[in-house]
Antibody
Framework: EVQLVESGGDLVQPGGSLRLSCAAS????????MHWVRQAPGKGLVWVSR????????VYADSVKGRFTISRDNAKNALYLQMNSLRAEDTAIYYC?????????????WGQGTLVTVSS | QSALTQPASVSGSPGQSITISCTGT?????????VSWYQQHPGKAPKLLIY???KRPSGVSDRFSGSKSGNTASLTISGLQSEDEADYYC???????????FGTGTKVTVL
């Protein structure tokens, strides 16, 4: 069974940092592009970042560019999101999502999400 | 980049068919066949329903179907059931600058 389990969400002050992790199992992790997608409380889905299967290429939404860094460890089947200079508007559930093995624009499956709250 | 436009809510009676629209621009929906649809029940993670405009992953009911015309994509739910009551989101690839854009979301109510 394909499974993605996020961890690391917490309450953090504005300007602070947090590192999210995602443990993947049930598929060949190193073959897939991976994404982070977030959802503010009561709001819609917003794509955050993508990393290629070998980590060679990373891309970001403009709202997080320069503050967030996506990375992966294929030996550990793990995906990460380092979040710096956090703002109140970064408050959201962050989902780890599997992408495709090549070009494509869909997300499947999704993890259960981890909640990040940015507040003083 | 603005979100794709979806109706805030759509409702229907059990057994009926409903269609949810997803309007973008010539830079996203109109340019790529990478439109996907997701179902999200309250407190749950989204679930893929449709990818590449009209393809259904294995295990997804054939009551769900997708299509696209110009800058607008559509999701049709046939034979509406109570368990279809959920939020639905479309998503489109939008090129190498914006990458991916989601729709505003539609709440489906089964009357």
């Amino acid at each position: 069974e394909v499974q993605l389990v996020e961890s690391g969400g917490d309450l953090v002050q504005p300007g602070g940092s947090l590192r999210l992790s995602c443990a993947a199992s049930g598929f060949t992790f190193s073959s897939y592009r991976m994404h982070w997608v977030r959802q503010a409380p009561g709001k819609g889905l917003v794509w955050v970042s993508r990393i290629h299967n070998d980590g060679s290429l990373t891309v970001y939404a403009d709202s997080v560019k320069g503050r967030f860094t996506i990375s992966r460890d294929n030996a550990k089947n793990a995906l990460y999101l380092q979040m710096n200079s956090l703002r109140a508007e970064d408050t959201a559930i962050y989902y780890c999502v599997r992408g495709t093995t090549g070009t494509g624009g869909w997300f499947d499956p999704w993890g259960q999400g981890t909640l990040v709250t940015v507040s003083s | 980049q603005s979100a794709l436009t979806q109706p805030a809510s759509v409702s229907g009676s059990p057994g009926q068919s409903i269609t949810i629209s997803c309007t973008g621009t010539s830079s996203d929906v109109g340019s790529y066949n990478f439109v996907s649809w997701y179902q999200q029940h309250p407190g749950k993670a989204p679930k893929l329903l449709i990818y590449e405009v009209s393809k259904r992953p294995s295990g997804v009911s054939d009551r769900f179907s997708g299509s696209k015309s110009g800058n607008t994509a559509s999701l049709t739910i046939s034979g509406l059931q109570s368990e279809d009551e959920a939020d639905y989101y479309c998503c489109s690839y939008a090129g190498s600058s914006i990458h991916y854009v989601f729709g505003t979301g539609t709440k489906v109510t089964v009357l």
